[in-house]
């Protein structure tokens, strides 16, 4: 009686899981079929109307599009424009190629041949302005005002600067056809990119013991020459300082403090406000103020990090600002690299001066106004005309020099 009961419970056991295991099955089946076509009902609603134009833009583009284009580059185009969309001349999309070469521009390396070429925009002609030495174009024999024929038997009228650059800091070798003045034929010179320093930082010792540094641009081992720069100068005896920041168009912020540290002491050079009011200071970390008069050159083209170096000076009363009213770039660009190696520069924030002067769209005005004569901008007359700039510096130093000589 007992196994018969037991055996009756058994298969009443048995039954009520086989539908209870149904039923579950079913109901969960439901469920993810409702969540599944959710899902797609969500995404046809989010990217009928862009995602899909994307695509038939995308496809039409690669089918039926005359010249040579690729998927790769139709996507970067994309994004280049959502950057473009911003109105923001300096917001910049880069390429993975492109932001690799921006990392090592502003380290102050690159892969080139040394020298420096300009482009006629009417011509379209290319000379060599500048060869530094010891490059590969000095090894190459390669000279300033060398006209630039062919590259790789390329006529580079052809061709604009940005692609003749971008062909030689592909690193492979790149013969040029040169035409030189004395030279009756173009002759050819094959030169091979190599790993360039460049040099930001040029100095010498002018008359009455003024030291004077030339700063072209603020890269990652600009600091590193200015202090070579400033050991050398005080070790030839420098009783003042002009520092030249004229068509300088700024570079990395972090160098420029740190070459504030040797003139200012442990001094607020800039900080930023961003949309949220979020403020970030930046301080000098020097011991001392320089010591001696100082003097900064600045003009139309000195810009961003240049004129917060001039409005710091400035604002703490270190030296004297001379020559014109400066260019009024006072933005941070944020910089940052998307995970497949491309990068964007957008804007984030202001700058301010120690004093709280918003320079963007101002500018820095000098203590001392001083302008060059327009025959300064003509190559052929530029070893003839006077720096008038350079000479109101040199004043103002000669006198606060003999101000302290009195004091002592």
Known sequence: MFDLLRRWKKKAEERAERPLTFRYIYVMGLATGALFAAAVFLCIYLFSGSFLKEQDVKRLLLRNYLGDITEQQLDDGKYAGMVAALGDRYAVYYTAEEYAQQRRTGSGLYLGIGAVLSQDTVTKDIRVVEVYPGTPAEKAGLLAADRIVSANATDVREMDLAALTALIRAGDPVTFLIEREGEAEPFAVTVTPEEIVTHTVFYEMREDGIGYIRISSFRENTPDQFSAAMEDLTAQGMRALAIDLRNNGGGSLDAAVRIASAVMGDRLVTYTEEKSGQRKEYWSEGKEDIGIPLAVLVNGETASASELFA???????????????????????????????????????????????????FGIAPDIEAALPPSADDPDAAETVTDAQYEAAREYLLGESGKAQEAA
């Open 311 to 361: 409005g710091a000076i400035q604002d703490h009363g270190i030296g004297k600002i001379v020559g014109e009213k400066t260019f009024g770039k006072g933005i941070v660009q944020s910089v940052l690299q998307l995970r497949d190696g491309s990068g964007l520069r957008y804007t984030t924030a202001y700058y301010y001066t120690p004093n709280g002067r918003c320079i963007h769209g």
